[in-house]
């Protein structure tokens, strides 16, 4: 119920609220369907500015992190059942007694996919909305490490033609340096 009472307000802040408007004209833009003092009630709270410093730290700390905070239907402990199970089974793996390779092993760890749901996407999101077929959790995880080990090089090349211009600029003006 939490989750579908903050995407109806995001809604209505998206399509009610203009954050550029007078006071006035924000309370005068009101959804029909709502009373005017729940509507005066979220106006206030937008632009309070505990509001927006808490909205502006959020969007920082959201564009940090690298994982989705998403688990899905199952509990913390059941995922920590399974991280367990995958941990075991990469040591039978070392010991010699199987010979799965990782992803098997993680497909058999986490079973099979629900139909039309993806993983980490959160709520309300399809396959066909990010990939336009329904790739296996195996290809997901390959594109993803496919992904980061390519920005992983773009950022080491970036940097080090970076380091190549710093240390022109340094020898242009150590030269300049030595013809004074």
Sequence with gaps: MNALYRYYR?????KYFDSKATYSL?????PKDMD???WKYLVNLWTEN???ERSNKNKTNRCKRSMPPYTGTKSFA?????????????????EGQISLDDDAMFADVLGPEKNGYVRAYGLRKNV?????A???????????DTSRREANERAQQIQKEASEQVNDVKKQMDEKLAEK
Excluded: C, S, W
């Excluded at 995001?10 to 998206?14: R, T």
């Excluded at 066909?128 to 336009?132: A, H, K, L, V």
């Excluded at 329904?134 to 993803?144: G, M, Y």
């Design 26 to 30: 924000r309370l005068r833009n009101k």
């Design 10 to 14: 995001h809604k209505l802040k998206k």
């Design 50 to 52: 505990a509001f927006q």
């Design 128 to 132: 066909t909305e990010y990939f336009g």
């Design 78 to 94: 059941r995922l920590r059942d399974h991280m367990e199970k995958f941990q075991q089974l990469k040591k039978q793996r070392e």
């Design 36 to 38: 005017v003092k729940d």
């Design 134 to 144: 329904r790739p296996t959790k195996i290809e997901l995880l390959r594109q993803l």
